[in-house]
């Protein structure tokens, strides 16, 4: 009796087990399927976005009136503006559809995770755009400082006009990684202190350095109020 009840147990419980996998089925294949559509997809449009841009010649304009080839030679990259959007629009339309199998499927956790990555990628976007803004902005501004510094026949117009790309250029990276969410406290924190070192340096090195200079500046001042 006992024997008999244990095998309806098992018996049952495997019966159990079938059912499921065979109510499961159907909603794996179909998840299936919406993922390899989803791929195909994905390939198609991020390759016609890919070609578009490159008969729009981005890379061209990037290289050439923005100036950035030299900076990803320097760092052993290839300057591939093209590429790097089809394959936005390539993995955005990829983990879209992968979100659409993870909640088909009841993968809940990783469908959390697939969303916070998908409202993710318009920071991306938008820090991408203000990088460009601010090397357009950057350029034009150094043509412009050097040139009227140089019209002035005034020294260090070159100087000038890489510091004035210099400042548009960091205060963009700055704006770029407050758009991406890094550490927002922590690059406050780093502006804060490297304002406060530059400060100190300079009074250091106007005290200890040029400590007679500053002496003799003090004493034609006085003399000039003194005579007046």
Same mark, same amino acid.
């Given at each position: ?6 095998? /309806? ?43 578009? @841009?490159?008969?729009?010649?981005? /890379?061209?304009?990037? %290289? ?7 900076? @990803? ?10 590429? @790097?959007? =089809? ?12 979100? !659409? ?9 990783? %469908?959390?995770?697939?969303? /916070? &990555? ?9 820090? &991408? ?5 601010? @090397?357009?902005? !950057? ?11 140089? %019209?002035?026949?005034? *020294? ?11 400042? &548009? ?40 350095? =040029?400590? %007679? ?10 003399? *000039?109020?003194? *005579?007046?």
């Amino acid at each position: 009796m006992n024997i008999q009840n244990w095998t /309806d147990v098992i018996v049952l419980s495997l019966q159990n087990v079938w059912i499921s996998v065979v109510s499961f089925l159907p909603t794996l294949i179909v998840a299936i399927i919406i993922l390899l559509v989803g791929l195909f997809v994905a390939s198609v449009l991020g390759s016609l976005v890919e070609k578009i @841009f490159d008969a729009l010649k981005l /890379d061209v304009f990037l %290289s050439k009136t923005l100036g950035l080839a030299s900076y @990803f030679e320097r760092a052993g990259l290839n300057l591939r503006g093209a590429y @790097f959007l =089809g394959q936005l629009v390539n993995w955005f339309l990829i983990i879209s559809f992968l979100l !659409a199998v993870t909640d088909m499927l009841g993968l809940y956790a990783f %469908s959390n995770f697939l969303k /916070d &990555v998908l409202n993710y990628i318009p920071n991306v976007v938008a820090a &991408v755009l203000i990088m460009l803004a601010t @090397f357009v902005v !950057a350029n034009f501004l150094r043509r412009v400082v050097s040139a009227s510094v140089a %019209s002035a026949r005034l *020294h260090a117009s070159k100087f000038l006009g890489t510091l004035t790309w210099w400042s &548009v250029v960091v205060f963009g990276l700055l704006t770029a990684l407050v758009q991406l969410n890094v550490a927002v406290s922590v690059i406050n924190t780093l502006i804060t202190g490297f304002i406060a070192m530059l400060a100190l340096a300079g009074g250091l090195a106007f005290g200890l350095g =040029g400590k %007679s200079y500053a002496e003799y500046l003090i004493n034609k001042l006085r003399e *000039h109020t003194e *005579h007046r």
